[in-house]
């Protein structure tokens, strides 16, 4: 009699630059660069985890999870936004359209940033711990109720 052992199921982590064209990731680590006190390893870092987040809240969207990262990521995730062109581009091919950005003015503390982070790592993508965690208590600047991405 021959026994079948299974090998446990692997997961599988995806990689934020399999989202993002190789010169638009290279563009947004120079911008970061430029803009912040930030060599490209933080640069990457912090991209890397804007991306997981964008491509996390576009496959959520409509779940009312209320997503939301913290001021450090949230760097990255603006400096994508603001290169307009790229940005469009990258919602169209991930999400079909454009996805908003709702801020508030208005810190929560509500756990937002962490849970963000579980779901985040829930999707498959890696977390980088410290850059959530250092945000965690000051929370997300992302309206209430909305997909705010």
């Known amino acids: 009699m021959t026994t079948t052992v299974e090998a446990p199921a692997q997961t599988v982590t995806r990689n934020p630059r399999d989202y993002v064209a190789p010169e638009v990731w290279d563009r947004q680590i120079l911008l970061l660069t430029r803009d912040h006190p930030w060599d490209t390893v933080m640069a990457e870092r ?16 409509g779940q009312g999870l209320g997503l939301g990262c913290g001021p450090l990521v949230d760097i990255a995730v603006h400096g994508f936004i603001l290169d307009t062109v790229n940005y469009r581009d990258f919602c169209e091919r991930h999400y079909g359209r454009y996805l908003e950005h709702v801020p508030e003015i208005e810190f929560k503390n509500d756990g937002t940033v962490t849970r963000t982070a579980h779901v985040i790592e829930a999707n498959g993508f890696r977390v980088d711990r410290p850059l959530w965690d250092r945000d965690a208590a000051k929370c997300s600047p992302c309206a209430h109720g909305s997909d705010c991405h």
């Open 46 to 61: 912090c991209f890397g985890q804007a991306v997981a987040y964008l491509i996390t809240a576009m496959e959520k969207s």
